[in-house]
Every structure is written in C-alpha cells, then in structure tokens.
C-alpha cells in the first residue's frame, strides 16, 4: 500500500518555473515506478513523465519533453516534477501515481496508486 501526497502547485506566470513534489508513504517506495498525469477541465487525463524505480529511466509525454524534467529521490519516498518554460496550455491538476512494475509505462491503467492531486495554473 502507498499513500501519495502531490504539493507545490500554484499560480505562475507563462514562462516561468515551479517543482511539484509528491511525498509518498510505505517502506516499499522503490519498488514502484513512477508517473505524473495532469487534467485539465474538459479535458482526459494526460500522460506527463514517468521514472524507473531506479530512476536511471525517463519518459516524457510529447507536449512537455524539453521543459519538464521528472525525478526521484528514493531515500526520501518522493517524487519530482521540474517544470520550466510553463504555458497557460500546462494549465491543470497535476496528478503522481505510483505503478507496481519495473518498466515504465504512459497508460494510467497500469498504475496502481494515485494521490489527489496539486493545481498548477499558468497565465498568460
């Protein structure tokens, strides 16, 4: 069982910079591969990035590669989302999900656990 804690959302500027982090609780946290997701309004859940659980492996969805940068720190049970060059499209809540597998995957189906997310809003 993994209970996950997603923080640092906020309100910024197009252009500017923020770092999501996402707590999680249970001594097997490296056992698990990691995702963030985003949802905005309307919208279907997108894939973001996700991280082996040795983090020596990541994968970015299309719309953020070059900009966002996904990591972990195993030692402290949590994950990272750096997120530079933001856009008003980046708009959305920002989801992490923790996935009980080696490889890394996109499909959110294949995520065991989800936290409840952090609101990230981008103005224009």
């Known amino acids: 069982q993994v209970q996950l804690v997603e923080s640092g959302g906020g309100l910024v500027q197009a252009g500017g910079s923020l770092r999501l982090s996402c707590a999680a609780s249970g001594r097997t946290f490296s056992s698990y591969a990691l995702g963030w997701f985003r949802q905005a309004p309307g919208k279907e859940r997108e894939f973001v990035a996700a991280?082996?659980?040795?983090?020596?492996?990541?994968y970015y969805g299309d719309s953020v590669k070059g900009r966002f940068t996904i990591s972990r720190d195993n030692t402290k049970n949590t994950l990272y989302l750096q997120m530079h060059s933001l856009k008003p499209e980046d708009t959305a809540l920002y989801y992490c999900?923790?996935?009980?597998?080696?490889?890394?995957?996109?499909?959110?189906?294949?995520?065991?656990?989800w936290g409840s997310g952090t609101q990230v809003t981008v103005s224009s």
């Open positions: 999900a923790a996935a009980a597998r080696y490889s890394l995957t996109a499909n959110p189906a294949e995520y065991n656990y």
């Open positions: 991280i082996s659980r040795s983090g020596d492996g990541t």
